[in-house]
């Protein structure tokens, strides 16, 4: 694909709708809808393509690693409950760690005890958006207490690999979310 040029059709409060315009090998051209939190994409380099770390995304696990957490939280795009990890947008002058303990927080009342590891940026939902997440691992513990925000309804809770099993079994759970979730119920 030749990147042939992009326009702005639409800027809400936190989302930009962009049309990013394409030339196929085949020489047809192909306009491809995105939206981006970039407000400002003027082009491919340093625009469509960045390496800023938007979001963190909060894998957490009991220290004997026995549990891991999730939040049941209502997704107003979808207009129900899904499952899906802690998660949020960084906001300015914060690393994604200065993130991650702010977010869980925010959205569980846990405070982040160990890191793990911190992954190299992935896109959060690469069909849609350049909108790019760093994965934070480790472990967490606490009271579970209300999220700080009355513009999110969130129950977060701890869960074994029996009670993953069964809410992988038809639960609507975020991709990346129900990915991983079937992987650490394989390694028990």
């Known amino acids: 694909m030749k990147f042939k040029g992009i326009s702005k059709a639409f800027s809400g409060k936190f989302i930009h709708f962009y049309k990013a ?14 939206i981006s939190r970039d407000g400002d994409i003027k082009g491919l380099e340093n625009g469509i393509k960045n390496d800023k770390c938007d ?6 696990t009991t220290p004997d690693n026995s549990k891991i957490l999730l939040n049941r939280e209502f997704r107003m795009a979808v207009g129900d409950f899904a ?3 802690p998660a949020g947008l ?4 914060e690393d994604p760690v200065e993130a991650a303990r702010r977010e869980l927080w925010e959205e569980t009342g846990l405070t982040l005890e160990t890191i793990d590891e911190v992954l190299p940026v992935s896109f959060s939902a690469i069909g849609i958006t350049n909108e790019k997440s760093c994965c ?16 999110e309804e969130i129950e977060a809770g701890w869960y074994d690999r029996e009670q993953v099993k ?6 609507s759970f975020a991709a990346r979310t129900q990915a991983y979730c079937w992987w650490w119920v394989k390694q028990a």
């Not at 394409?22 to 192909?30: A, F, I, L, V």
């Not at 979001?55 to 957490?60: D, F, G, N, P, R």
């Open 90 to 93: 960084i906001d300015p002058g």
């Open 136 to 151: 934070v691992i480790g472990t967490a513990s606490g009271e579970f207490a209300p999220s700080t925000s009355d513009e």
């Open 55 to 60: 979001a963190v995304v909060l894998i957490m």
């Open 166 to 171: 069964e809410l992988l079994k038809g639960t």
């Open 83 to 85: 499952y899906n990890f």
């Open 21 to 34: 315009e394409y030339e196929t090998e085949k020489g047809n051209s192909k306009v491809y809808e995105m």
